[in-house]
């Protein structure tokens, strides 16, 4: 600020005593009020300069440029009647550094090799410019063109120059490329300390640990903080935070000075880990270093606490460092949604003014993991109404997720209706939750349409597929699919098998049934688990074949577990064969005994022997039932109409039109059956 008084004094000096300043002084006048963010004024001081040098066209090309105001500082640059290196560098840098202006750059640089001026020559500074931007656009060929310029003009052997050819070919996925720059020009794999660090990242985003760890312990006297903080950072992305942790106690330990960037790798390694302890170690270190006010590292102190799921630790630091906090208030909604606490995750989520996308994401997928989707549906329509960011795909799978659980197709069909009016790409998992969402709604004929539309299917998608087919009674057509599935060279899973023989229980397709189920280990290597068998278990009981289902249970190679055995249950109770039964109940008190508190399991056994007419083994259980005060969930169904969700549980008779739909109900059953039930309705 004092220089700009001593500009402006000497300019009025200037004025009032008529004297005409040199084109260098008005140059740096120029550049002072630059500077100082008076463009206009400097704009008036070159309007007014009688005589101008390559200088001062540089000097309010720059202006411009560094306003962003392009179209500007175009219209200065075609004006120039003298460019040099600098000219062109600086409106080069200027567009490579801004989004959306990448082709101008491109552009600009190939206009400069054919100027014929003498005096505009690309250098090291125009090079590095476009193999960062080139590193940025990740185009390959745009790098190998320019690396060939610049072994053809001697421009490939300084270290800046090395290290931009290194850093673009490794972002541009050339990672061979980026070894042998380097080896080309030294054996030993490195030049000098830029040269290295470049090469240290470059592996690092390859996942080359091993070589990164070469280089990195190579002259070790050459390491300064960007080579430890790269092979940190390197670490925690391969998944190694311990040895990510170790390398940060050694950096201190040779005495090098751990700053902000070290710190924030090092509490992401600690969130990987949920190590609690170590973050409060962390944590400690942090306060004696005075490092908290910084919003960084409080916020990530603040996520190791949620993750570990150690609130109270999370909001004293918060309370103290993080309100105001844009991250820390991030990271609190997250570790409030992961503990369940939506009443704490929304009241921070309701306290922001503006939201950004991560905090949206939190929030909505709180709401989800906890089956709450109507305030997720609810709060998804506000994001899509408000906020121009379009959401990411693993939060709509979230939400797809949800109205299949919720069988709520008419939402599902407006999130479909979201993804495809946004453009959003749809990979495998979003196809198949898609499918999967259709199929649990009842609409098989969508599930269908779309599973035909995908190009590339792989197993996860064909298993949902085949899953809705079971689900929906076509049989046939998963069975078709299977082999479909197979014909194309696609793996099965554990996962297929389970759907194959859900469809073939569903219709009683025994021989098929034990077919792929020896199939799976013998064919596929696949070995059986505790749902394929119940699945069998189910298979026979429904086909009548309960001989079948004894034998089956006793050649299994680990004792059946309540669910075989509940399956069991089932099929007695549709066989009505109540010494079958007895024998089931033995075994699961065996396995969960007459102490549980499964309220389900007793009603199911009471409701066995009651199918048999055993009304006094019904009784008995249901003594025990009451004895232990052990009530069952009463069973609970919802269908939506309109905007509305109407909810009905077993029994129940609070909905308002109760009378009407127990009537029409009794309508409907003495359709079926022939007979006047209304008195039992009642």
């Not at 269908?448 to 190009?455: K, L, M, Y």
Request: with cysteine; aromatic share 10%; hydrophobic share 40%.
């Amino acid at each position: 600020m004092r220089a700009l008084k001593e500009g402006l004094k000497f300019q009025s000096h200037a004025l009032k005593s008529g004297f005409l300043p040199t084109i260098v002084t008005t140059n740096q006048l120029i550049d002072l009020y630059s500077k100082h963010g008076f463009i206009e004024d400097a704009q008036k001081l070159f309007d007014e300069m009688p005589d101008r040098n390559v200088f001062s066209w540089n000097t309010i090309l720059n202006t411009y440029i560094k306003s962003r105001n392009f179209s500007r500082a175009r219209i200065i640059f075609d004006s120039s009647p003298c460019k040099d290196s600098v000219t062109y560098n600086s409106m080069i840098a200027g567009y490579a550094r801004c989004d959306g202006y990448e082709r101008e750059a491109i552009e600009l640089f190939n206009q400069m090799q054919f100027d014929n001026n003498g005096i505009a020559r690309i250098d090291e500074f125009t090079l590095t410019t476009m193999l960062n931007l080139i590193a940025k656009l990740r185009v390959l060929r745009y790098g190998m063109q320019v690396h060939c310029f610049m072994v053809k003009s001697g421009s490939d052997l300084s270290a800046f120059a090395l290290s931009s050819l290194i850093d673009m070919y490794s972002k541009c996925g050339s990672f061979s490329d980026a070894s042998r720059v380097v080896k080309e020009c030294d054996g030993e794999g490195f030049v000098d300390l830029v040269v290295k660090n470049a090469l240290i990242a470059a592996c690092c985003r390859e996942g080359q640990m091993e070589t990164a760890e070469q280089i990195f312990f190579t002259n070790p006297e050459f390491n300064d903080n960007v080579t430890w903080n790269t092979m940190i950072s390197g670490y925690i992305q391969k998944g190694c935070e311990k040895k990510a942790i170790e390398l940060f106690k050694r950096m201190g330990q040779e005495g090098f000075q751990r700053n902000e960037h070290t710190l924030a790798s090092l509490l992401t390694a600690c969130s990987s880990l949920k190590d609690l302890k170590l973050g409060k170690e962390v944590h400690a270190w942090v306060l004696k270093q005075r490092m908290c006010s910084n919003s960084f590292i409080s916020s990530g102190i603040i996520d190791i606490y949620c993750k570990c799921g150690s609130m109270s630790y999370a909001e004293g630091v918060f309370k103290t460092f993080g309100i105001g906090n844009i991250f820390a208030v991030t990271s609190m909604i997250v570790g409030y949604s992961a503990k369940g606490d939506m009443k704490q995750a929304r009241r921070l989520f309701d306290s922001l003014g503006e939201k950004n996308f991560v905090i949206w994401t939190a929030i909505i997928s709180g709401y989800v993991r906890l089956q709450n989707c109507e305030d997720a549906f609810i709060l998804f329509c506000e994001y899509a109404e408000n906020e121009t960011v379009v959401l990411d795909a693993v939060i709509l799978v979230s939400l797809l997720c949800a109205c299949a659980i919720k069988a709520n197709v008419d939402f599902g069909k407006q999130i479909h209706a979201y993804i495809l009016r946004t453009g959003i790409p749809m990979d495998e998992k979003a196809i198949s939750a898609i499918i999967d969402m259709y199929s649990k709604c009842g609409s098989i004929v969508y599930s269908r349409r779309i599973f035909r539309t995908v190009s590339v299917k792989d197993t996860v998608i064909y298993n949902v597929m085949i899953a809705g087919f079971a689900h929906h009674g076509y049989e046939q057509e998963a069975i078709f699919l299977f082999e479909d599935m197979i014909a194309k060279g696609l793996k099965p899973d554990a996962v297929t098998f389970i759907a194959l023989l859900s469809a073939c229980r569903h219709s009683g397709l025994i021989t098929v049934g034990e077919q792929y189920f020896s199939s799976m280990s013998e064919n596929y290597r696949i070995t059986p688990e505790t749902d394929h068998y119940a699945c069998m278990v189910d298979l026979y009981g429904r086909s009548n074949q309960l001989e079948k289902a004894v034998s089956f249970m006793e050649k299994m190679p680990f004792e059946p577990d309540s669910i075989i055995i509940s399956t069991f249950l089932n099929a007695c109770r549709a066989n009505r064969n109540m010494e079958l039964a007895r024998t089931a109940e033995r075994k699961l008190m065996e396995i969960e005994g007459y102490n549980g508190n499964n309220g389900s399991r007793y009603f199911q056994l009471a409701s066995v022997y009651a199918s048999g007419g055993e009304w006094g083994e019904m009784g008995r259980v249901m003594r025990i039932m009451r004895g232990k005060e052990v009530k069952k969930v009463a069973g609970c169904s919802w269908v939506q109409i309109g905007n509305g969700v109407h909810i009905f549980t077993s029994g129940g008779r609070s909905h308002a039109e109760a009378e009407a739909i127990y009537s029409i109900l009794g309508c409907l059953i003495n359709e079926l059956y022939g007979e006047d039930i209304s008195d039992m309705l009642d």
